[in-house]
Each structure stands twice: as C-alpha cells, then as structure tokens.
C-alpha cells in the first residue's frame, strides 16, 4: 500500500465551481501535512499546512482528521489559474517528506 | 521566499556518460538539501538527503555509487548521475532548507535528463 494516496483524477470543472480533493495516509505515526501544487514540468510549490482544526487560505480550505487519516483540500470559485496538480505530502519523521501522485485540476471557461 | 536554482535546467546525453547536476541556495544558507526524482504521472520519490560536510543519506533502493551526491559548501550540492542510462530519463529536483524548520523545504526548478 501506497504511504500516500490520492485520486489522479483529472477533475475538470468549470470556472466558479467548488471542487474537493482528498488524500489518506498509511502511517499512523506521520506528523505534518501540507498541500503542495505543481504546474506542469515545474517543481511543487507549497500551497498551505493542514492542521486537525482544518484551516483557510483565501478560497482554499485544508482540513486533517486523524483519526480516519484522511486530509481534505477545498477550493472555492474555481479560476483557470488553480489548474495544476495538487499534492498531497506527510512528514513521518524527521524532514523527510513523501508526497502523493497528486491530483489533476483543469478549470475551463 | 527563498530562492533555490538548479542547473542545467535540462540535458540530453548518450547512454553511459555522467551528468552532474548543480543545485545552489542563491539568498540563504542551506543546511540541508535533499534530491527527488520524479517519472512522468508519478509522485516525486526521495532519494537522498545531504547535510553539507557529511556523507548524504540514501532512501532505500536508490544506488549511492549510481548517484553521487556532493554537498560541499552551505549553498551547493552536486548530484552525478554516473553511466547514465535510459531508464535514468525522469525530472531530478532538489530543495533546500535554512533555519525556518524542517518543513519549509524550498524548491530548485528541476532538471530534466533525458538518456538517449
């Protein structure tokens, strides 16, 4: 089993929709959750921390929930520029970070 | 944020030459760097974490005498990609980190290396 899974999607959804990506861990242990985005042949780019009592960035919303091991990225009003793919990444232990295969957005008009 | 630089930003070569690839902290001091490796449609997969001055660690599976890391300088690892060969094409990118943490791992643009 996969440390970090995700659905590759890709999610094609029209410009203003709300969309919802998901990502579940296998290690119990793990310490830290981010949401990474990667643009095409570019390297990942943090997008924000995921924290148990969820937290928001401007139309981005993280969530964690433990217990299910299970983290949540919601983007609101969808623009052609959220098009990417969004990783998903987990610190076990120390500074080691492992990442998903992420989940591909396309945002059309 | 800080700015992480790699270089070549891609290369071509032949079956059985090295390749060495530059990563450089341009504004920042990094203590620890670390080199990833990404095949199209995948995640990126560790292979190794440097700390400048000492011997860099290895994930498991990945060659130490295939992939020589040098980090010998705050603001400079190498990775070689010795003998390269086909199945070495993929998109090597390493990242750095200062004194913000350990989470805060700032990314190099990547390096393309196609093995003919």
């Known amino acids: 089993r996969k440390e970090v899974e995700q659905d590759p999607g890709p999610f094609n959804v029209p410009e203003g929709a709300t969309v919802a990506f998901n990502c579940t861990y296998s290690?119990?242990?793990?310490?830290?959750f981010f949401w990474y985005r990667q643009d095409c042949r570019k390297e990942p780019k943090l997008l924000m921390s995921?924290?148990?009592s969820g937290n928001e960035d401007g139309r981005f919303t993280a969530q964690l929930n433990r217990a299910s091991q299970y983290i949540s990225l919601l983007i609101r009003d969808s623009k052609l520029s959220d098009s990417a793919t969004y990783l998903c990444?987990?610190?076990?232990?120390?500074?080691?970070?492992?990442f998903g295969a992420g989940t591909i957005l396309r945002v059309k008009s | 944020g800080a700015v992480v630089s790699q270089h070549p930003s891609w290369v071509i070569c032949k079956s059985g030459t090295s390749v060495k690839i530059e990563c450089r902290s341009l504004?920042?001091?990094?203590?620890?760097m670390f080199w990833y490796r990404q095949f199209p449609k995948q995640s990126l997969m560790l292979m190794a974490t440097?700390?400048?001055?000492?011997?860099?660690?290895?994930e498991q599976g990945v060659e130490k005498d295939k992939f020589l890391i040098n980090h010998a300088s705050l603001t400079l690892s190498t990775l070689t990609v010795t003998s390269a060969h086909p199945e070495d094409s993929s998109f090597y990118i390493c990242?750095?980190?200062?004194?913000?943490?350990?989470?805060?791992?700032?990314f190099g643009p990547g390096t393309r290396l196609t093995v003919l």
């Open positions: 990444v987990v610190i076990l232990r120390g500074n080691k970070l492992v």
């Open positions: 504004d920042f001091q990094a203590t620890t």
């Open positions: 995921v924290y148990s």
């Open positions: 290690n119990s242990a793990s310490q830290s």
């Open positions: 440097s700390n400048e001055g000492s011997k860099a660690t290895y």
């Open positions: 990242s750095a980190t200062g004194t913000g943490g350990f989470y805060e791992q700032f």
